[in-house]
């Protein structure tokens, strides 16, 4: 069903992260045992119609998987029927007519400025080059709301010393500058120079890149020690700078340029905390609330 030619379509023309094109990889094959175990259909896509990509769709929902997982898997489709049409393999898109499910938007979870504050100043690191790469891990992320796959790519030159910016490659490879605090800076120039980094800002013992287990370990570890939240996650550290940003009176188009969101749709949802958190300073201080 084309999904080798798929899969290096997105990986070398669209230049998908890896952790995207797994994600695509793996829809595409649970579409494809569904339709061979339902319908037995296996190598002629001009079989599929919208209606078996519905019933695949309400199998997905009647075995509990959340509308927002279906969706994404939708969105895996949108673009592989768009790849089969490019192709010429097909002459007509059965996604048309497929309606996305309503799924619940979830708030982003965030930290705590005071427990932020707590890990960054109070916690004990490690001593020694582990600990002190894993606090700049941590303070990276807060500092600059970047994503794990652009911190574990970070090069000592990506870094502008000279104006206080770093250089990031995001989704679908495109830079971004973020600005760097003055502290920061002068942490990251004493940890390069301190252990004789050359390549790679953040690295193993034995000079290699970090891989994104090791860090996701290092977060969870970390957080857990000042934070309940239960997902303990690099990203959480993402929502909360963009939180942290809003509600210190940080422009929303600024913050979707630092986070390197494609639309601001989907950086107004960092909008809904700061509403949260301004109900909660009316009822503490209004006298009639």
Known sequence: MFKDKFIQYISSEKRFSEHTIKSYSSDISQFQDFLSSEFDITNKVEEISFQLIRSWIAYLLENG???????RKISTLKT??????????????????VIS???????????EEEQIENLLNKVEFEEGFVGERNKLIIEMFYVTGIRLSELINIKIKSIDFEN????????????????????MLKELVDFIKKHQLSNFLFTNLDGNK????????VVKKYIGEISSVNKKSPHILRHTFATHMLNNGADINAIKELLGHANLSATQIYTHNTIEKLKSVYKQAHPRA
């Open 65 to 71: 998987i959340n509308p927002r997982s279906v969706n």
């Open 80 to 97: 592989y029927f768009k790849f089969l049409l490019r192709e010429g393999v097909l002459q007509d898109n059965p996604m048309l007519k």
């Open 101 to 111: 499910p309503k799924s619940k938007k979830r708030l982003p979870v965030f930290i």
């Open 164 to 183: 206080n910016l770093v250089k990031v490659l995001g989704k679908r490879n495109k830079e971004r500058l973020i600005p760097l605090s003055v502290n």
């Open 210 to 217: 970090l891989y994104t287990k090791l860090v996701y370990r």
